[in-house]
């Protein structure tokens, strides 16, 4: 009869590690037997439901930390959507030129701007949002500023909520001239006070707003104009019907030189 070959200090300390392992996967419920284990007629018990959330945590966790990354993500941009503070009014200011000052005024002029608009939500404040863009002089521009300040220029008549403009008479006759659409603006008329461009702009230089922003220098350039409707599908037709009755209350207001939002 061959004799056994006797354990050296080492092996046994292997062979107790690997059984203490297959013990444990056992115990976890990731395998049923093993070799390793000697039959001594021991039953292992049951692992636990925590014990077995603990085993697939264990095994997943990069997925579960990437996961819970997203949807973190995702519940934040969600949470502030639904926060998010509506304006009372939309304006769109546009720079069209290298010589405009239009851009540089255009946060006095939001402020301005809220002295002659009433708080239209009833939520106890009253909010103007302006946004600037600066559009490109040259049609034919193709570098990655003159494109992207087209598509914002674009998405902002698509969307339709800022039925407010206060721009350049250049970028006025650019759109009934250049773009053909003559009948994009309100026309005006004299009697309401302030001076008239081409029939639909009124000069900002000669209202209550020039003084309001501070802007005493302001040029015979910067003309105020008032979107006219245009069922083209683009944005609610009830809505921006709503916004541009907004629009006309704070232009009458600014001819009337009535400041309803006193402000310190």
């Not at 264990?58 to 926060?83: E, R």
Request: hydrophobic share 40%.
């Amino acid at each position: 009869m061959a004799k056994k070959k006797r354990e050296t200090d080492d092996e046994r300390a292997a062979r107790d590690r690997e059984e203490r392992i297959a013990l444990l996967k056992m115990k976890q419920g990731l395998i049923e037997d093993s070799e390793l284990i000697p039959e001594t007629g021991y039953k292992l018990p049951e692992p636990t439901k925590w014990e077995k959330f603990a085993a697939f945590c264990s095994l997943n966790k990069w997925f579960i930390i990437v996961g819970a990354f997203i949807a973190s993500v995702v519940i934040m941009c969600v949470t502030q959507a639904l926060t998010k503070e509506k304006a009372d009014i939309r304006v769109l200011v546009v720079r069209y030129g290298e010589s405009s000052e239009l851009d540089r005024h255009s946060d006095r002029i939001a402020q301005a701007l809220e002295k002659f608009c009433r708080d239209f939500d009833e939520n106890g404040k009253v909010r103007v949002e302006v946004n600037t863009i600066n559009f490109p002089t040259n049609d034919e521009a193709t570098d990655q500023r003159s494109v992207t300040e087209r598509q914002r220029f674009n998405a902002e008549l698509q969307l339709a909520e800022a039925q407010m403009l206060i721009v350049d008479a250049e970028f006025a006759d650019w759109m009934a001239n250049v773009r053909m659409q003559p009948n994009a603006f309100k026309e005006q008329n004299d009697e309401n006070g302030g001076k008239v461009y081409n029939n639909v702009g009124i000069l900002m230089n000669s209202t209550a707003l020039a003084k309001e922003a501070h802007w005493n220098k302001c040029p015979d350039s910067v003309v105020i104009l008032i979107r006219n409707e245009l069922n083209d599908g683009s944005g609610s037709v009830k809505k921006n019907a709503e916004y541009r009755e907004r629009a006309e209350e704070v232009l009458q207001n600014i001819l009337e030189g009535n400041v309803v939002n006193p402000q310190d």
